[in-house]
T-cell receptor
């Protein structure tokens, strides 16, 4: 049981480049989330999904897109990366409202 | 506006000391979760408190949810170097049960 996995673990982009972060969970959870964590800012919700084929905006959605084509996968896309998107990105999933399981994170640097 | 205020932001203590971390808000939460995060890893759930006034114990860690469900505290007895990490509180709000995170308390326990 791998839990929540994220790929890649590290990535460096130049301004204007695009990329996709992949999150996978093997716990059959309906809800999945993408957060970003910045120094002194805590974790902020970017987008989330309440089930296969659904997505919704969180607190800081601008500049990001997501897709949930399969229940176990949640993709986060950056179409045109900006230095302000330098951050650590975490994916999470949950079965009940009382707990979330987080992946190990992706450290993204945009130069 | 930060909905959840954590204090202190940083805490450096010697092994064997006791400490308390606070998580305060002017908003009511249906439940509140505490996570611990180690460098380079994702947050890991420690406990969820649901009922106002609830107290939960996890070995040397004691968690309390305020009577009005607006605040919570984490008390560690006889801290050990293994307790070192970032402690995050997160409140559950809204119909989807999304989490609002505090900025965290960075704890360092020196041997």
């Amino acid at each position: 049981n791998a839990g929540v996995t994220q790929t890649p673990k590290f990535r460096v982009l130049k301004t204007g480049q695009s990329m996709t972060l992949l999150c996978a969970q093997d716990m059959n959870h309906e809800y999945m989330y993408w957060y970003r964590q910045d120094p002194g800012m805590g974790l902020r919700l970017i987008h989330y999904s309440v089930g296969e084929g659904t997505t919704a905006k969180g607190e800081v959605p601008d500049g990001y897109n997501v897709s949930r084509l399969k229940k176990q996968n949640f993709l986060l896309g950056l179409e045109s990366a900006a230095p302000s998107q330098t951050s650590v990105y975490f994916c999470a999933s949950r079965k009940t409202v009382y707990e979330q399981y987080f992946g190990p994170g992706t450290r993204l640097t945009v130069t | 506006t930060q909905l959840l205020e954590q204090s202190p932001q940083f805490l450096s203590i010697q092994e064997g000391e006791n400490l308390t971390v606070y998580c305060n808000s002017s908003s009511v939460f249906s439940s509140l979760q505490w996570y611990r995060q180690e460098p380079g890893e994702g947050p890991v759930l420690l406990v969820t408190v649901v009922t106002g006034g609830e107290v939960k114990k996890l070995k040397r860690l004691t968690f309390q949810f305020g009577d009005a469900r607006k605040d919570s505290s984490l008390h560690i007895t006889a801290a050990q170097p293994g307790d070192t990490g970032l402690y995050l509180c997160a409140g559950v709000r809204g119909s989807q049960g999304n989490l609002i995170f505090g900025k965290g308390t960075k704890l360092s326990v020196k041997p």
